[in-house]
Nanobody, 116 residues
Framework: QVQLEESGGGLVQPGGSLRLSCAASRSILSLNAMGWYRQDPGKWRELVAVITRDGSTDYADSVKGRFTISRDNAKNTVYLQMNSLKPEDAAVYIC??????????WGQGTQVTVSS
């Protein structure tokens, strides 16, 4: 089992930045991968960024060059640095972890609002 707790969401103006955090209840090095998804009401949950156990990263095309996923192994925390935010980035951002058996775990999500 893995419990995930997100933080860092909020209201930001277009062009602004936010950093999201996802704290895991166990060592993230024991996990196969961790990632961030986002979801708007009535829309599919979209993969935003992922970081694997070996440190490889991947991003949705819509956020490449603007978002960066990283981790702090000592704090069992994964971050999503979001720069140059656009109104279309507004959504609930949800942390995901996949364990060594590829079982998935989800956080509760944190709201990101991009508006002037």
């Amino acid at each position: 089992q893995v419990q995930l707790e997100e933080s860092g969401g909020g209201l930001v103006q277009p062009g602004g930045s936010l950093r999201l955090s996802c704290a895991a209840s166990r060592s993230i090095l024991s996990l196969n991968a961790m990632g961030w998804y986002r979801q708007d009401p009535g829309k599919w949950r979209e993969l935003v960024a992922v970081i694997t156990r070996d440190g490889s990263t991947d991003y949705a095309d819509s956020v490449k060059g603007r978002f960066t996923i990283s981790r702090d192994n000592a704090k069992n925390t994964v971050y999503l640095q979001m720069n140059s935010l656009k109104p279309e980035d507004a959504a609930v951002y949800i942390c995901n972890a996949r364990d060594e058996r590829l079982r998935g775990y989800w956080g509760q999500g944190t709201q990101v609002t991009v508006s002037s």
